[in-house]
């Protein structure tokens, strides 16, 4: 089970009041407004030391608190390499209750968020929970010789013959969903399993993310991990393999490709960018056969590629070729290409002749490729601006 995310997303839409007006002026030290960014950054300190309050004072132009605090959030707990940060400490978090208020200034908003923090385990219970997870790890004997496939079966065995999960327990049995309930209590639901097996692969250096959606075969929420092997990530679920295991059965949840049976990722692990980011391997993991990129992770690698020119001149422009590729090709007068002074050429070959240009005038030229993948066309990044 995972409850927080729940209950975390919707508490800013019920508590935010509504946004002041224009003239709603106040004194203002704008010297203690900082941008999102450096407001994320301060807060996630707060929340690593586990401070109950924590407020985040953020300098913008935005008029809408949620899109910004969703900003400011995603900084907070943003991957580092420290592996209780990140996911680790994201899924920590029992409860945030978030109240704002806003001021307006000329041009900006000097927005005050104020969070109130309960957490699933306490700072002295993280640093129990470091040494214990040092210990396992130096018992483990990895050298330089052991292999990043050798690594990850070995933590995750280690987590699926330790922990049991823990049958009833209920959304208010808070300390089930925790990493350190699952390694010192050895009993926890998949958030301690998901949290605990990612704190172990994050700290033998091994790339990896908690994944939070449903299970659908009994349609509630479900937490798992993907984690790095070679070029591509792979699914692991350490909870429902850990059943398995108990019962001395056969890995079903381990290394696994995109398509991953009983599991339906949640909206923000589907997007293209996440893909990009987290290349998934189509099928699951093997030894003899090499990886292949699954469809998503392909689209996702086309839409943020950027084409190159290969040459640019007044009479022709040369396109880097992309195989499989076609080509949509855009010069004009202006340099915003507003549709009035701009020619739009859409073409397979990878040389194009200019047409009625006019002496003495300047034009800008870019271009885009455009690919099916799957049963869909998609296009690239467009390429960097030129002027002829």
């Given amino acids: 089970m995972f409850k927080k995310i729940v209950a975390f997303s919707l508490m800013l839409v019920m508590l935010l009041p509504v946004m002041p007006s224009a003239n709603a002026q106040a004194a203002i030290n704008k010297a203690s ?130 922990v049991s999960y823990a049958k009833n327990a209920t959304s208010d049995d808070t300390k089930y969903y925790s990493a350190y309930q699952a390694l010192i209590g050895k009993k926890a639901v998949c958030q301690g399993y998901a949290t605990l097996l990612y704190k172990f692969y994050k700290t033998i250096g091994i790339p990896t993310r908690v994944i939070a959606g449903d299970s659908t075969f009994s349609k509630v929420s479900h937490g798992w991990n993907i984690v790095k092997l070679g070029s591509y990530y792979y699914n692991v679920d350490s909870t429902w393999d850990s059943t398995l295991h108990h019962a001395k059965k056969d890995y079903e949840y381990f290394l696994k490709g995109d398509s991953f049976k009983g599991h339906a990722r949640w909206k923000e692990y589907l997007s293209y960018s996440f893909y990009y980011k987290y290349p998934m391997a189509a099928k699951g993991y093997s030894k003899k056969t090499a990886a292949k990129a699954c469809t998503k992770t392909k689209i996702a690698n086309f839409k943020n590629k950027k084409p190159k020119f290969k040459s640019v001149s007044r009479k022709k422009v040369t396109f880097k070729k992309i195989k499989n590729a076609k080509y949509q090709f855009k010069y004009s007068g202006v340099s915003n290409f507003k549709k009035k002074y701009t020619i739009t050429v859409n073409t397979k070959k990878t040389k194009y002749k200019l047409k009625k240009l006019r002496k003495g005038v300047t034009y800008w030229v870019k271009f885009r490729a455009k690919k099916k993948i799957g049963s869909k066309s998609y296009y690239s990044k467009w390429s960097t601006v030129k002027v002829i």
Avoid at 37 to 59: F, L, P, W
Avoid at 92 to 105: L, P
Wanted: net charge positive.
């Fill in 33 to 162: 407004y900082k941008s999102y960014k450096e407001a994320g950054v301060e807060a996630r300190d707060k929340v690593y030391a586990h401070n109950s309050k924590v407020v985040a004072k953020i300098k913008s132009k935005s008029v809408d608190p949620q899109s910004l605090f969703n900003k400011f959030e995603k900084v907070v707990y943003a991957e580092t390499n420290n592996p209780n940060q990140g996911d680790f400490m994201r899924w920590d978090v029992d409860e945030t209750a978030i109240e704002y208020d806003a001021k307006k200034s000329g041009s900006y908003y000097y927005y005050t968020f104020t969070l109130n923090i309960d957490y699933l385990s306490t700072v002295k219970q993280r640093n129990t929970l470091d040494k214990k997870v040092g210990s396992i790890i130096k018992d483990f004997k990895f050298t330089n010789k052991t292999s990043t496939y050798d690594k990850i079966k070995k933590v995750y065995d280690y987590v699926c013959d330790n």
